[in-house]
C-alpha cells in the first residue's frame, strides 16, 4: 500500500519485539511507515481519527472460540475499532470467514447500524492448484454510518466475483449461508481438482442467477474410465433437453454413467435446465457456462482448451408450462408439455417438491384428418407460421388415450389375463386406488369396455387436472370418489356389500423421508390388506405398484402379501424401481408362464377389435414373459 502512494499509516502490535523488527526492515525504504506498540482494545488514538481500519487476520486469530472472555474481548476490540474511525470509515478484515467468526462481525456491526459487505477474493487457476490451503478467503467491509435511534435498517451485501455488482440480501442468516455456500463450493473444487474417479460419490451443484438466487441450471459432475486419456476426450459439457432430466439416461447415475461412456469423455458435466428459467438457444448457454464450468474441469486441463457442448439432437429441446397451481395436499405442481426423443411430445404433470419424477404423462398428437380438414384457413396460417418457426402448435394436440407412457401402467394391466373373466369377456368391477392424470382407469374403460370403474382420489387437485388437462372423463361405467383410499377401503369393509374383480394400488406418498415412495406404508399394513382380500371377489386379485429402495422395508412388505393372499406374482421392470405384485385369492388361479402368453395373446385380438386407435409398441404377452411366483 505504501509503494502504491498510500504512506500515511499508523502500524500497531501487542508485541515489541515485532514492533521494532518491522522499523528496522523499513526505516530506510519506507520511511514515513509508523509502528506503535498498542494493545488494539485500548488504543490510545483520539475518536474519529482514520478513515480505514485493516485487519490481516487479526480477527481469526482472537476469535478462536465462543467463551464469554474470547466474546468481551472481541466486542471490546470492534468497540475502539469504531471508536477511531470516522463516520463513513471502513473497517476492511481479511478472514477465512468461519462460521462463528462471520456470525459474530455480522452480527455487531450490522446492529451498530453499519453497512456490511462480503467480498470473495477471486485467485487465479494456477493459485488454486498452487496453494496448500483450500478454503476461500473472503474480505469483510463494514462502513460506518451513524446509528439512527429506533431504526431497524439492515445494508447487507457480498460480491463474489470482482467484475460483479454487489447482491443485496435481507438477513444476516441468508448473508452467512451465502458465505457457506461458497466455502463448500471451494470443498467441492479441491474434491474435483485432486483426479478423475468413477468410484467417487456424486458431485452435484446448483447455478443460480445472480439477481433472484434462483437455480438457474443444475450440474453433475460424472467421471468414466475410457481408454487412455488424450486432450480431445479428457471434458465435456452435456446439456439434457429440457423436460427430459427425470429420464433413466439423465436421471440416474447409472444412467448418467452410462452416457458418460458412450460420450467417450473421462469428465462428463451433465446440465440440466430449470422450468422457470428461459434460455435463447444452445450457443447462449454456451456462452453463459463457458466460464463457470471450467472451474469443474479435471486437473491438468489448460485453461484456454476449447471444451465442446453436447446434447440429443444439437438443441435445448422443447418444454412449455402449460398450467401451474397448487394443492392444499401435494403443494405446487404444473402441467407441462415437452419434446421427447422421438420428436414427438408429451404432457406432464410434475409435483414441485419432487421435480424429479414425472407423477403423470400422455403422449400428445394431432386430430384426425376428419377434424384437420374442418380448420378454417385462420388455423393453416397458423400453422405454416409454426413451421416457419419451428415451433410446435401445441393448442392443435390432444391427449392420445390409447398410449401407455408409463411402464408400470403397461404391466398392471397385462396382468388383468390372470382373471378368466377378462378373456371371456365377463362383466368386471374394479376399484383403483390413485387418480393421477388418470391415463390408467381411462384405459382400462375405452378397451375393457364390460368395466366398470370406482377410482378415489384424496386430493380434489388431482381430478380438476386429469380433466382438464388430460382428457380425462367421468360416466356411468367411471366414478370418481374424491376419499382417502384408507377411509374408503375401510368404509367399504364395515358395509360388506361391495366385491370387485380387481382392486389397484396406484398411490404415491408425501412423504419424501421414506424408503418407499409407493404406496404410502400403511396402504400394505396387514389389516388393511386384510380388508382388500375381503372385498375381492373369490376368483378377484389386487394389483399393487411397489416402489421400494429400503430392501429390508421391501422384504417386510411382500412377507405381509405373501401371508394373506394364496398366490403371488411378482413382475420387475426394467431399468425402473417399480415392481408390480399381482395377488390372487384364489391359489386355483395359477398358471404356467406358457398358459399366461397364450391368454395375453388372446386378449390383446380382442382389444385390436374394439374400433380404438392400437399402440403397436404394446404387447401384453411381452410383458408377463419374465413374471415369476413367490
Known sequence: MYDVGYQDIINIDISKVVINQMKERNSTKRPKMAYVKMDMMQMEFEDSQFQVALDKGTLDAILTDESEKTLENVDRMFMEIGRVLQVGGRYICISLAQEHILKKAVGYFSQEGWVVRVHQITESEEAVAEKQFIMPIFVFVFTKFKKIPGANLKILEICADEQDKPIRLETSESLISAVKERQQYALLRNQLNKKTSSTRETVSLDLCEKSTSKPRYSLVVVDSPVGKPSPTNRFAIFIIPQGRETEWLFGTDEG????????????????????????????????????????????????????????????????????????????????????????????????????????????????????????????????????????????????????????????????????????????LSMLVVGLGGGSLPLFIHDYFRQTSIDAVEIDPSMLEVATQWFGFTQDERMKVHIADGLDYINSLAENGNCCYNVIMFDVDSKDLTLGMSCPPPAFVEETILQKVKRLLTPQGIFILNLVCRDCALKTRVIDTVKRIFSLVYLQKIEDEVNEILFCAVDAGLAAAGDELVSRARSVEQRLKKAGLPQDSTYCLSDMLKTMKSL
Not at 448457454?285 to 444439437?314: D, T
Not at 420428436?343 to 376428419?370: C, D, H, T, W, Y
Not at 408409463?406 to 378368466?420: Q, S, Y
Open 256 to 427: 448418467r454413467k452410462q452416457l458418460a461412456q458412450s460420450a467417450g469423455f473421462r469428465r462428463l458435466l451433465v446440465v440440466s435446465l430449470h422450468r422457470d428459467q428461459d434460455y435463447a438457444g444452445m450457443q447462449s448457454i454456451q456462452s453463459e457456462l463457458s466460464g463457470k464450468v471450467m472451474e469443474l474441469a479435471p486437473p491438468g486441463l489448460p485453461h484456454n482448451q476449447q471444451v465442446p457442448f453436447l446434447s440429443m439432437g444439437g438443441d435445448i429441446g422443447i418444454r412449455i408450462v402449460q398450467h401451474s397451481g397448487t394443492s392444499q395436499l401435494s403443494g405446487d405442481y404444473v402441467v407441462e408439455d415437452v419434446k421427447g426423443e422421438d420428436g414427438k411430445f408429451f404432457r406432464r404433470l410434475v409435483f414441485l417438491s419432487n421435480m424429479n419424477v414425472v407423477q403423470s404423462e400422455a403422449r400428445l398428437i394431432a386430430p384426425s384428418p376428419q377434424k384437420a380438414q374442418k380448420k378454417n384457413k385462420r388455423s393453416k396460417r397458423k400453422q405454416q407460421q409454426c413451421l416457419e418457426e419451428k415451433s410446435p402448435c401445441l393448442k392443435d394436440l390432444h391427449v392420445d388415450q390409447s398410449y401407455l407412457c408409463c411402464e408400470h401402467h403397461k404391466v398392471m394391466i397385462a396382468g388383468l389375463t390372470l382373471l378368466r373373466e377378462v378373456e371371456a369377456e365377463n362383466q
